[in-house]
């Protein structure tokens, strides 16, 4: 069964330093592409990175990015220079086809002033 | 473009009532999906939509669970005689081939 892994359930980080959201999964398919979603206390999900199944260059959205290695299932979400607007929680979600984008149970992130 | 657009953000009812949700998409988007998402865990896929038919629905938690599209435009999820365990963050989303929206959810307390 396809299984999505974020071994972070809660984590911290210093107002303007970088901190890495990990995110392993399981699958036997090939091709797939990965987003991952911040979700804040308003409860909306919102779209931070995305990268296709064979985009050779990880991914980046201004202070966001992607560590994506398929070979090792594995898609880390960089956040460099955090801001308190950061802390919320954070969903990485494969997506296995139209109707199979499943998502992790997700990491809090709390920046500290 | 406005966005995903749910009614109501927040819904209380007493167990045993039925109760529905709405969404409205993005106009330009053909596919809509609904999710679930129950405290401290990831959202996790009810349906899908192409256009107004049902592609998928084995992953609807019960047989309280319906939802519609009737014109390929809006959707609506029904849960019938809900209990205490159907409380939850509703969401819908909405894609293109440019990727998903979602809207702020409707929260519902079982009562």
């Known amino acids: 069964a396809q299984k999505i892994t974020q071994t972070q359930p809660g984590m911290f980080v210093q107002e303007k330093e970088a901190v890495t959201l990990d995110c392993t999964y399981d699958t036997s398919d090939q091709s797939y592409g990965l987003f991952w979603y911040k979700q804040p206390s308003s409860g909306e999900m919102i779209f931070l990175i995305y990268q296709g199944s064979y985009d050779e260059q990880n991914a980046t959205e201004g202070r966001y990015s992607l560590n994506f290695q398929k070979a090792r299932k594995s898609a880390n979400l960089v956040i460099s220079a955090s801001q308190l607007g950061d802390s919320a929680m954070y969903f990485c979600?494969?997506?296995?086809?139209?109707?199979?984008?499943?998502f992790g149970a997700g990491t809090r992130l709390t920046v500290k002033p | 473009d406005t966005g995903v657009s749910q009614d109501p953000r927040h819904k209380i009812t007493k167990r045993g009532q039925n109760v529905t949700f709405r969404c409205d998409p993005i106009?330009?988007?053909?596919?809509l999906y609904w999710y679930r998402q129950t405290l401290g865990q990831g959202p996790e896929f009810l349906t899908y939509?192409?256009?107004?038919?049902?592609?998928?629905k084995s992953r609807l938690l019960s047989d309280r669970f319906s939802a519609e599209r009737p014109k390929g435009s809006f959707s609506t999820l029904e849960i019938q005689r809900t209990e205490q365990g159907d409380s939850a963050m509703y969401l819908c989303a909405s894609s293109s081939f440019k990727g998903y929206t979602f809207g702020s959810g409707t929260r519902l307390t079982v009562v």
């Open positions: 939509f192409q256009n107004e038919a049902q592609l998928e």
């Open positions: 979600a494969p997506d296995w086809g139209p109707n199979d984008m499943r």
């Open positions: 106009s330009e988007h053909n596919r």
